[in-house]
C-alpha cells in the first residue's frame, strides 16, 4: 500500500514562530487532507487539498502532486496551535478508496 | 451545520460485558467510516460503508467487532465480548461521496478493565 512519511515527528517552538510541517507519499494520489488533533483528541480538518495551494489565516498548505509531498504552514504560532497534525492520502482503487494516514507531526508551542 | 455525533464519550466498563458505540454521520454523507486510536497503533480504519453497505471490513480486529447500519443516518460498532485491549477512542467519520473530505466525531473513549 502507500506509505506515507511526515516530518519532522516532533517540533517545540515559541508562540509567535513560524513552522513548516512535510508529508511525504510513495504514489500518485487524488486526495489529500491534514488534520489537527488537539490536546483533547478531537481530529479537525485543515486542508482538503489533492493540488495546489490553499490558505485559511495563519495556516496555508501546499501540495506537489507531480513530486509526491505536500507542506503545512503556520505562521505567528498560538498556544492554541499545539497538538499533533497528520497528513492522510488516498489513491484511486477501483471502489475501495481509503485514507492513509501518516504518523503525524507532534507540535508544541511554549508561551 | 452538526458534524459527525457519537455517543457514549466516555464508557468504562469490566471485561467480558458487551460494549456498543453510535455514530450518527453529516446529513447526506454517503460514506461512513469506523477508526480506532491507540498510542502504539495510532489510527486504525476498521470498517467503512457506502450507502449503508460495508465495503471493507478488513480492519475489524476479530470476530468480537461487528458493525452495522441500518439506514443512511445511523451506525453502530459493537464489542461483545470487551477485553482489555479493546481500550482506545473509537473515532467515526463521514465523507460526502465515496471518496471526500474526511470529517471526524469527537470519539468515543473506551476503557475496559
Known amino acids: 500500500g502507500i506509505q506515507v512519511e511526515q516530518s519532522p515527528p516532533d517540533l517545540i517552538l515559541q508562540e509567535g514562530a513560524n513552522s513548516t510541517l512535510r508529508c511525504n507519499f510513495s504514489?500518485?494520489?487524488?486526495?489529500l487532507q491534514w488534520f489537527h488533533q488537539n490536546p483533547w483528541g478531537q481530529l479537525i480538518n485543515l486542508f482538503y487539498?489533492?493540488?495546489g495551494t490553499k490558505q485559511n489565516g495563519r495556516l496555508s498548505a501546499t501540495t506537489v502532486a507531480t513530486e509526491r509531498y505536500s507542506l503545512l504552514y503556520i505562521s505567528s504560532s498560538q498556544t492554541t496551535d499545539s497538538g499533533v497534525y497528520f497528513c492522510?492520502?488516498?489513491?484511486?482503487?477501483?471502489?475501495?478508496?481509503?485514507?492513509?494516514f501518516g504518523t503525524g507531526t507532534r507540535l508544541t508551542i511554549i508561551p | 451545520d452538526a458534524g459527525v455525533i457519537q455517543s457514549p464519550r466516555h464508557e468504562v466498563t469490566e471485561m467480558g460485558q458487551e460494549v456498543t458505540l453510535r455514530c450518527k454521520p453529516i446529513?447526506?454523507?454517503?460514506?461512513l467510516f469506523w477508526y480506532r486510536q491507540t498510542m502504539m497503533r495510532g489510527l486504525e480504519l476498521l470498517i467503512y460503508?457506502?450507502?449503508?453497505?460495508?465495503?471493507?471490513d478488513s480492519g475489524m480486529p476479530e470476530d468480537r467487532f461487528s458493525a452495522k447500519m441500518p439506514n443512511a443516518s445511523f451506525s453502530t460498532l459493537k464489542i461483545q465480548p470487551s477485553e482489555p485491549r479493546d481500550s482506545a477512542v473509537y473515532f467515526c467519520?463521514?465523507?460526502?461521496?465515496?471518496?471526500?473530505?474526511?470529517?471526524f466525531g469527537e470519539g468515543s473513549r473506551l476503557t475496559v478493565l
Open positions: 504514489d500518485s494520489v487524488n486526495n
Open positions: 487539498i489533492p493540488s
Open positions: 467519520a463521514s465523507t460526502p461521496g465515496r471518496t471526500g473530505e474526511l470529517f
Open positions: 446529513s447526506g454523507h454517503n460514506s
Open positions: 492522510a492520502v488516498e489513491r484511486y482503487n477501483f471502489g475501495n478508496e481509503k485514507l492513509t
Open positions: 460503508f457506502n450507502n449503508n453497505v460495508p465495503i471493507d
